[in-house]
Every structure is written in structure tokens, then in C-alpha cells.
């Protein structure tokens, strides 16, 4: 069930009245528990026994880590989920991939071979609920905290329905405390959860797919026939659809757990307001930035050791953060464009301007949108289904085939997809140091109210059609 379902509305219903009708704190542990369980099940049933194995695994292999007294040991176990995560994560989501990048190499040898094609469906939340784990075993081995003796608190750490299949991802001592002190739903947690859960509905069913999906996707799906002036509004509405899209998804999530009187942290701080790439890394996917950081740059040595080690530790975490997005070469292009992006400006930051030197506002404003291109010519490899349509729309962006181009006169629906991601771009500069749940517990009721009325009728009055949300075939 998706979180813009009528059925999911039903569902949070019930569990936020049982939630609550429950005294005991272990018997709402249960009940969060189960009723995360069926919101997995509800997806594909049978997948919810590869997620009860991999949570009963690493919590049973976090011991073992813990208990062993001799490094070697330790570092036995961590290789074990290592193998084992990663080794399902591949089976399920690089299968294909592998296969035939393999079977092109034999090619380039002269050799023709043609693999057997398994009819694999991809676990939804398999990618975030695999990170969730590999932390929390990774910081068991680090000896960042002992790890929980309790097997229902370490499920519901991984497996809590807000979110389990497209994030934040969390780490265990964010959670840990929440799960194991008694909570439960607050006057201020249900307003303020409301108000996020509509915000992030608005963001998803009006923004992402009634105004910029349509244009978005008739761009892609017609890349021949388009002109310049469709290929810029196509990939703009893209940019505006998948923020739009994952912020709605996170602005629900972090709305649901405080209904439950759970913090989640946020994932997502105005980025299309970012003052370079760095920055742009703070503000967007802010749990899978840091979890690549902490347990793949550092891993690899971070900017310790010669300077050219630092840039390739960046470049190397980016092309997989790519390949994580998707088993596609166009994801890995998107990694290396953002990995060479923050080289670059480390560079110049480092040897050619130092920070200081764009101090002044209108510096900044000015490296602000040309962060904001960049990013924006980098989702095209994101978007686009192959290396042939990735080229071919970057031709089309900069008139390299002029000649046969058709008019570059814009239909209503992408005039306001323009429009709307002038205004999302507005937005964010304007909220770029501020925080929303501030602003909207400060809010008079009545204009808040009324504000919730204007959305919640925008919503019901959507003309869109439903999509799925972006990030959950991650």
C-alpha cells in the first residue's frame, strides 16, 4: 500500500487507535511490529520472509561480533554479513545486470553466449532495509554501541512501516532510544504529523504527477520528436517530479512516525537551493549521503593519505552510489557526474578559490544556479532509459541537431511545469535556512487550517494519474 492509497489511510488509522488503546509498551512494540509486517506483506507476501531472514541473520550475527574476543574473529563475522547482504542484494537487483555486462565482455573475445534469464521480481525496500542492517553491523564491529539482546527491537528498528521501503534510512542509535523508552502519540505529534502527511501528499499527488510527471514522461518516451525548447522543459519537469516525488515520500514517513511519537530524521533540506555540490549532498538523500560517507568514503580512506587518494575515494563512493540507484550504466554516469563535480570543486576550492572568496551574496546566488543546471543535466542519465537516448537528449539541449528541430513553442502542461519549478526553486531559496515543522507550529490554527484545506482539496481534485513513488524500485 502506498502512502497517497485510501487504504493506507485506513490502515494508519487503525494502528494509531490500537497503538493507543494499548497500556503496556512492549504490547505497542508488538502491534508497531505486526502492523509493519502487513504493510511489507501487503507489496508481495512471500518477500516477507526474506526480510524475517535477513533481520533474524544480523541480529544473530551482531552477537557473535560482540562476543568474539579476537579481532580476526570479529572481522570474520562483519565479512559474513557483508557477503551474505550484499550477495542477496546482488542475486535480486544486479542479476541481470551482471549477466549481460558479462556475456558483452565474451563478445568483445569472440565468444557468443546468451544467459538463461530468471524471472526475478525485485523485493521493494530490499536496498534500504539491506543499509539499515550492514550499520548496524558495521557499528557493532566498530564498537560504536553493544548491540540489542532483544530480537523484536532490532526488527522493529529495520522493519518500521514509516520507513522501511524507501527511507530514511536510520541508524540504530537514532532508533535505539526511541524503541526501548515508553512512547505514544501526542496532541502536538498528531497535528504536527498531519500536517507533514498532507504536505508530503501534495508534494506527491499534485507536484510530482499532475504537473510534472506528464511532461516529464512525454519528453522521455518521445525523445526523437522533441525540440529544444521540450527537451529543457522535459528535463526540468523531471527534476521538479523526483524531488517532488522522494521529498513527498520522506515528508509522509517522518509525519507518520510522529503520529507514533517516533522522531525520523530528515532527509531532504531545500537542495535545489544548494550553493554548490557539497552542499547540494547536505540537502539531498541526507541519510543515504551520510551512510555513504560514514561506511563507504571513510572505508576507503577518506582524505586521509596523498591527495590523490581523496579524489578517488569521492569519485569511487559516488559511482557506487549510482549503481545503487539502478543496475544500469546510466546510473553509474549519474555517480561519476556528481563524483566529478565534487572533485572539481574541491579542487578549485582547495588550489584556485578558497571559501572565503564567495562570501558575497551575489557569488553565491550565481554558484547556486549553476549548481542547480548541473544537477539538472545530470538527471537526464538518471531518467534516461539507455546511453543512445542520453546522448541524443543532450543534442537536443545545446542544438547540436538544429536543423531538424520543430518549433520550440511550449503546450499549456509545460508551461506550467515551468512555471511550477520556478516557483519549487523560489521556494527553496526562500526556506533554505529555515525549518518547516518551526513554521507551522508557529502558525495561527485558523491559517493553518486553512492552508490544509487548500491542499486537501488539491489533492482530491488532482487530475494525475497515481504513480508509484520513484525510489521504490531502489
Excluded at 488509522?13 to 488503546?21: D, H, K, L, R
Excluded at 547482504?85 to 546482488?90: A, P, Q
Excluded at 511532461?215 to 528535463?235: I, K, P, S
Excluded at 586521509?304 to 549503481?323: F, K, V
Aim: charged share 15%; glycine share 8%.
Amino acid at each position: 500500500m502506498q502512502f497517497d492509497s485510501f487504504t493506507f489511510v485506513i490502515f494508519l488509522a487503525v494502528v494509531v487507535a490500537g497503538y493507543n488503546t494499548l497500556g503496556a509498551w512492549n504490547a505497542r512494540k508488538n502491534l508497531l511490529l505486526l502492523a509493519s509486517y502487513a504493510f511489507y506483506a501487503a507489496w508481495n507476501p512471500p518477500f516477507l520472509l526474506l526480510l524475517l531472514g535477513s533481520t533474524t541473520l544480523d541480529w544473530w550475527i551482531a552477537q557473535r561480533i560482540d562476543a568474539a574476543a579476537q579481532p580476526v574473529v570479529r572481522k570474520r563475522w562483519v565479512v559474513l554479513t557483508l557477503l551474505v547482504n550484499l550477495g542477496v542484494l546482488g542475486f535480486f537487483k544486479y542479476n541481470h545486470f551482471l549477466l549481460d555486462n558479462f556475456s558483452a565482455a565474451l563478445g568483445l573475445i569472440g565468444v557468443h553466449y546468451i544467459p538463461a534469464r530468471f524471472d526475478i521480481v525485485l523485493p521493494i525496500g530490499i536496498s534500504f532495509y539491506t543499509f539499515h542492517s550492514l550499520s548496524y553491523c558495521i557499528d557493532v564491529y566498530r564498537r560504536k554501541f553493544a548491540p540489542t539482546r532483544s530480537w523484536r527491537d532490532y526488527a522493529l528498528y529495520v522493519a518500521f512501516f514509516p520507513q522501511l521501503v524507501a527511507g530514511p534510512i536510520t541508524r540504530f542509535p537514532q532508533m535505539r532510544p526511541q524503541i526501548e523508552n515508553p512512547r505514544r502519540t501526542t496532541r502536538d505529534g498528531l497535528g504536527l504529523g498531519c500536517v507533514l502527511i498532507v504536505l508530503g501528499l501534495f508534494e506527491k499527488s499534485v507536484l510530482a504527477d499532475s504537473v510534472f510527471a506528464p511532461v516529464a514522461d512525454a519528453f522521455f518516451d518521445a525523445v526523437n520528436t522533441a525540440g529544444t525548447g521540450a527537451a529543457w522543459t522535459g528535463v526540468f519537469a523531471f527534476s521538479g517530479q523526483i524531488f517532488c516525488d522522494f521529498a513527498g515520500y520522506s515528508t509522509c514517513a517522518i509525519g507518520t512516525a510522529l503520529m507514533l511519537g517516533f522522531e525520523l530524521p530528515i532527509n531532504f533540506r531545500y537542495p535545489y537551493a544548494a550553493i554548490g555540490f557539497s552542499d547540494f549532498w547536505r540537502r539531498w538523500h541526507i541519510s543515504l549521503s551520510t551512510w555513504l560517507r560514514d561506511y563507504l568514503y571513510i572505508s576507503l580512506g577518506g582524505n586521509r593519505g596523498a591527495e590523490w587518494r581523496t579524489y578517488r575515494n569521492l569519485m569511487l563512493t559516488m559511482l557506487i552510489g549510482g549503481l545503487w540507484h539502478g543496475a544500469a550504466w546510466t546510473f553509474v554516469i549519474w555517480g561519476g557526474l556528481h563524483g566529478m563535480y565534487l572533485a572539481v570543486e574541491r579542487g578549485v576550492r582547495e588550489h584556485l578559490w578558497p571559501r572565503e572568496w564567495i562570501a558575497p551574496w551575489p557569488l553565491q546566488f550565481a554558484y547556486g544556479l549553476l549548481t542547480l543546471v548541473l544537477v539538472t543535466l545530470a538527471w537526464v542519465w538518471f531518467r534516461a532509459p539507455d546511453f543512445a537516448a542520453g546522448f541524443d537528449i543532450f543534442r537536443k539541449l545545446f542544438l547540436l541537431s538544429a536543423p531538424s528541430l520543430p518549433s520550440i513553442a511550449l503546450d499549456a502542461a509545460q508551461e506550467l511545469a515551468l512555471v511550477t519549478f520556478a516557483g519549487l526553486i523560489c521556494t527553496h531559496w526562500a526556506m533554505r535556512n529555515r525549518d518547516l515543522r518551526q513554521i507551522a507550529q508557529r502558525l495561527p490554527a485558523p491559517l493553518l487550517g486553512l492552508a490544509l484545506a487548500i491542499l486537501l482539496a488539491l489533492i482530491v481534485l488532482s487530475p494525475g494519474d497515481n504513480h508509484a513513488f520513484i525510489y521504490f524500485q531502489f
